[in-house]
């Protein structure tokens, strides 16, 4: 099979304050709404940041995109302290560093064009919102968290992530996962 991306010729921008993104699917109505209508919105409140990736000879034309916005890791994503006690220390917390939440980034949405599924364009985006948050220690970031749709969580285990508590494990579209950033800026 022929790779219709040829990864030296994309790259990742910052979607511009009021840049409207239009013609975009991945085949999600959600997230291609977010794209085309609420992406800008998300911005100029300063609630989000979004993302595109496109080819450096079609910048209008974006192959992917995501979004991210602050977050945290905290008892109250835990069914209870017992599990988040757990958590802390298999992450390797010194006792004195036990705090009630830990920074995180959180990866709002993510969407690949119906186009471009397939050609790993979301590992790519993965790596890249990684390496941003632990180059140079931007934010002290410690954790890279989303709310996985259920049909998704496949994926983003393939690219790391793990399950982050009990506590919405019934929810039946997503599911909380967490990636430590940790393990890449060590």
Known sequence: MQCKVDFSQIEIRKLKGCELVSGFDCGDEDLNDFIQNEASLY???LLAVSYVLVEKNAPEKPLAFCSVANDKVALG?????TEFNRFRKKQGFPQSKRLK???AV????LGVSNEF???NLGT???????MFFTQDNKSGCRFLTVDAYIAAIPFYEKNGFKKLGSKNEGDPRTRLLFYDLNEIAA
């Open 106 to 109: 959180k990866l709002c949405r």
């Open 124 to 130: 790519f985006i993965l790596d890249f919102v990684k």
């Open 77 to 81: 994503d835990f069914a209870n302290s």
């Open 43 to 45: 911005r100029q409140s």
């Open 101 to 103: 939440s830990y920074p």
């Open 117 to 119: 599924k397939g050609e």
